[in-house]
């Protein structure tokens, strides 16, 4: 019969125990054997839960203390010199260094570049690799793993980044050299893992390869087929499972399906052309197919009928005792447990399914694969509480869909091209040569929390909650006048979160108080739940973006995050095109924008730090999404006059490719991450002719280090030799919301410092 599988679990904790032992180890609160006892503790609680929930094969080394990837350059040895490690394996510190930066006695290190795994909102650390780089087993975590299991009594299955994409994910600042030239130095690595693991009694070894549901070149499936050859003749009694997941594998199915491995796992969820794909070419006889058939990725219940209709079309190709069923990928991007959230109507509660949900619901699949009227009951429920979601009166909003199929292409346009607007808008602000701001949030420290959380249980009034507000704004609009910053913020105060905050606020929305997931580190997010018809009853910030305005005579930024980003950072409905529902996010948000300016505010910015995260992962597919999604942002913002300069924002994402789509936003400044990355954005701006004004951020405040001000003007003086210097603006890479006043403060204070030096410099030129 069929088998029930997983390919990993949340590792954050139900009460996000990962974070506060993480980050109690940072401060140094807890030792290093509290950090790692807690971290088993978690480790244990989640292969208890799957075995619980009967799934046959259930993961190990799926957890990471900060992002898998890390894990694997510290499993190979792959540590740059600037950490100055030099030990038989990587410590705790040094691992933190790759991570966060360090700024201490006798270092001073930049944090790994940062980006976003795939089409997610997970950050992975990016590997950083140099021609001739040594490889070398330097870090004990699989076998640890394999072996806390085993003494447990479950027989796990570990979990590896597989050879091909850890080198496919890396990049070298030598843009000649390809880190792929470095597979047959990083394989023996891996053989010594696969064989011990093999010796230590797995009867599955995974090795994820997600890259191979990108377009790959010839050369790197010849590198794939290469690097499995290898590990196959060192596998032991281990059987080797090549999985992939997020979308089809395209041309790369068959070269997957010929690898000399036991099984080969598909996602069927986001990669339905990988059905496809069986049709057309069959499956091998003398493998498994890790079939995905429940949604990995997103909150909604699985309409079992739909699903146990694919496993049917999966079974012409593959015999059930060949068939692992699992969800299309780690469960690692969704929360823990539904069951959690005691305040959401139970009508809702009804329709979702989190990771543990998931697991049954795949155990549920499993069975019926064998002998569907054992789960008859189950199934029945299923669809009943399916249909009623799909009739609900509460997801369809008429006067919603009317607004949406009437606005079209004029509406979505400023009027005036971009020159016209930048003449208005420079005679309206009267800025300085390299304008200094921030990104929009600023710390938020105990006291912010606690008075939220407070309101939320009660304790305090809204009177008494607001007036906390507004004495932060005060304090912090003085502060930025007094660190001489050119464009305030607000700060973002009354906010926990950038895309929360705006749904609260929107008709359509559902938030838990307990669903974390990951996005990086102990940086854990409650993505809102879109579930019906998007519409903005009511002004969502004009009152504290107005009374910023009203304390000082420099402009104020009003914040709001784009259309995009909501859309990608949510739990988005799945009975009707993303297309339509972002549609319907950007005409809540063009509302915002049009009160916003009728109060007054001359600047707006629009943040869209997601847009390439929704960027379809074959190249083909790109195209349609980009047009929908610039479209989108320009229905927002193009309500907007002339002199009302319109800001975005993004972080985090390679923008070389999507350059023109960038452009087509017609936003008047975009801030930029690009300090973290080695300055190489400044390369797609070096070959695109971009006309409008940007903020190529000039330091990381993802690090907890402090960068001198000599070392911000040198970001900025290196982007001013690609782009006109007054187009240039100077501002940290991201919001500062995390980050501690302590770090703050002396950044912001090099920044300012920074920009009156270069405008200095100019003037002295210019004599």
């Known amino acids: 019969m069929a088998r029930s599988h997983n390919l990993g679990y949340p590792r954050i904790g139900k009460r996000r125990e990962l974070k506060r032992a993480t980050e109690g180890y940072w401060s140094g609160k807890i030792s290093t054997e509290d950090l790692l006892g807690q971290v088993a503790t978690i480790r244990e609680t989640n292969w208890k839960t799957q075995r619980d929930a009967g799934i046959d094969l259930i993961p190990c080394n799926d957890f990471s203390l900060y992002d898998q990837v890390l894990d694997t350059v510290a499993l190979a040895g792959a540590v740059p010199d600037r950490y100055h490690w030099s030990e038989d394996a990587v410590d705790l510190d040094t691992y933190f260094a790759m991570a966060r930066g360090a700024q201490r006695e006798g270092l001073d290190v930049t944090a790994l570049e940062m980006t976003k795994w795939f089409d997610t909102n997970y950050h992975y650390l990016v590997p950083e690799l140099v021609p001739g780089q040594t490889f070398r087993l330097a870090s004990t975590k699989p076998f640890d793993e394999l072996d806390h299991a085993s003494s447990l009594g479950i027989h796990a299955k570990p979990v590896l980044i597989g050879p091909v994409s850890f080198l496919l994910l890396s990049k070298s600042r030598d843009e000649r050299f390809d880190p792929l030239s470095l597979l047959d130095a990083l394989v023996p690595v891996y053989r010594e893992v696969v064989s011990r693991l093999a010796e230590m009694g797995a009867e599955w070894i995974q090795l994820d390869e997600p890259c191979f549901v990108q377009d790959r070149s010839g050369d790197e499936r010849a590198a794939l087929t290469r690097a499995y050859g290898d590990l196959a003749a060192h596998r032991g009694a281990a059987k080797l499972l090549v999985q992939t997941y997020f979308d089809s594998v395209g041309d790369s199915y068959r070269t997957l399906a010929a690898l000399p491995v036991q099984g080969v796992g598909l996602d069927f969820v986001r990669g339905p052309r990988n059905l496809d ?75 979702l399914a989190f990771a543990e949900q998931k697991l049954a619901e795949v155990v549920t699949l499993a069975q019926a694969a064998t002998d569907r009227e054992s789960v008859s009951g189950v199934l029945q429920a299923n669809a009943e509480a ?203 948000i063009r509302d915002e924008v049009r009160d916003l300016e009728n109060a007054g505010i001359r600047i707006i910015q629009v943040d869209e730090p997601a847009l390439r995260e929704g960027l379809p992962l074959h190249h083909g597919d790109r195209q349609e999404y980009l047009n929908w999604a610039v479209m989108c942002f320009r229905l927002a913002t193009a309500v907007a006059s002339p002199a009302t300069q319109v800001h975005t924002h993004m972080c985090y994402s390679e923008f070389d490719d999507i350059i023109e789509a960038i452009a087509a936003l017609d936003a008047d400044v975009i801030s930029i991450e690009n300090s973290r990355s080695n300055l190489e954005l400044l390369d797609t701006f070096r070959r695109f002719d971009y006309k409008q004004e940007i903020g190529p951020g000039v330091y990381d405040i993802h690090s907890p280090r402090v960068p001198t001000s000599d070392e911000m003007r040198g970001n900025l003086s290196a982007a001013s030799d690609v782009l006109d210097r007054g187009q240039l603006w100077m501002n940290p890479d991201c919001g500062l919301k995390t980050r501690r006043w302590e770090e703050v403060l002396p950044a912001l204070r090099n920044m300012v410092a920074a920009a009156r030096e270069l405008r200095e410099t100019e003037v002295a030129l210019s004599r």
């Not at 910053?485 to 938030?511: K, N, P, Q, W």
């Not at 004009?542 to 784009?562: C, E, F, H, N």
Request: proline share 5%; with cysteine; aromatic share 8%.
């Open 277 to 351: 794909l069986l049709n057309s070419f069959g499956f091998p006889s003398d493998k498994v197919l890790a079939a995905g058939i429940v949604d990995g990725r997103n909150v909604w219940l699985n309409d079992m009928e739909r699903s146990l209709g694919l496993s049917e079309q999966i079974g012409k190709h593959v015999s059930s005792d060949r068939l692992f069923l699992n969800p299309s990928c780690s469960l690692l991007h969704v929360p823990y447990d539904v069951h959690l959230e005691q305040d959401l109507d139970p009508r809702l509660v009804e329709w």
């Open 386 to 588: 399916v249909q009623r979601r799909r009739q609900s009166e509460r997801v369809h909003r008429s006067e919603v869909k009317d607004r949406v199929a009437a606005a079209g292409e004029q509406e979505a346009n400023r009027g005036i091209e971009y020159v016209e607007r930048r003449e208005a808008q420079h005679h309206a602000l009267e800025l300085p040569l390299f304008p200094t701001t921030t990104i929009g949030s600023f710390p938020q420290t105990p006291e912010v929390r606690r008075n939220r959380n407070r309101l939320q249980k009660g304790e305090i009034t809204q009177g008494e909650h607001d007036r906390f507000i507004s004495e932060e704004i005060q304090k912090l609009v003085a502060l930025q006048e007094e660190m001489g910053i050119d464009v305030l913020v607000h700060g973002e105060f009354e906010r926990s979160d950038m895309v929360e905050y705006f749904g609260e606020r929107m008709d359509g929305f559902a938030f838990t108080r307990h669903g974390w997931v990951q996005s990086y580190g102990t940086r854990y997010i409650r993505p809102p739940i879109i579930f019906g018809d998007v519409a903005r009853p009511q002004a969502m910030t004009v009152r504290w973006s107005t009374y910023a305005q009203s304390l000082t005579d420099k402009p104020v930024k009003g914040m709001l995050t784009g259309p995009v980003t909501i859309l990608n950072w949510s739990f988005v409905r799945d009975d009707q095109t993303r297309a339509v529902t972002c549609k319907q996010i950007a005409l809540a």
